[in-house]
C-alpha cells in the first residue's frame, strides 16, 4: 500500500501497519452472537450439505457410466419417480 509493492517485507510490514492503526483504515469484525450466530452456523452446515450432496450424486453418475452405461436410456433421471 505504501510503495505499492506486492513483495513481503518484515521491515516494511510493522510500519504499514502502525499507519493503518494511526489513519484509522481498519475495520471491526462483525462477530455475530445468540440467535444470529445459529443462523451463521446453519447456514454455512447448509452449504457444507448441499456440497456434499452434489459430490454424492457426481458420484453416483460416475459409477453408473463406467457399471452400467445404458441406466439413463432405460431410467431417465437418477431420482426420477419411475428409477426411485
Do not use: C, W
Request: charged share 35%; glycine share 4%; no cysteine.
Amino acid at each position: 500500500m505504501e510503495d505499492n509493492s506486492q513483495l513481503k517485507d518484515d521491515r516494511k510490514d510493522p510500519k504499514l501497519i502502525a499507519n493503518i492503526v494511526k489513519d484509522g483504515n481498519y475495520g471491526m469484525p462483525y462477530l455475530p452472537e445468540n440467535v444470529y450466530a445459529d443462523m451463521r452456523r446453519l447456514s454455512m452446515f447448509r452449504d457444507q450439505l448441499t456440497e456434499d450432496r452434489i459430490r454424492n450424486i457426481n458420484r453416483l453418475h460416475r459409477e453408473l457410466k463406467i457399471y452400467f452405461p445404458e441406466y439413463m436410456a432405460a431410467f431417465g433421471k437418477i431420482d426420477g419417480a419411475f428409477t426411485l
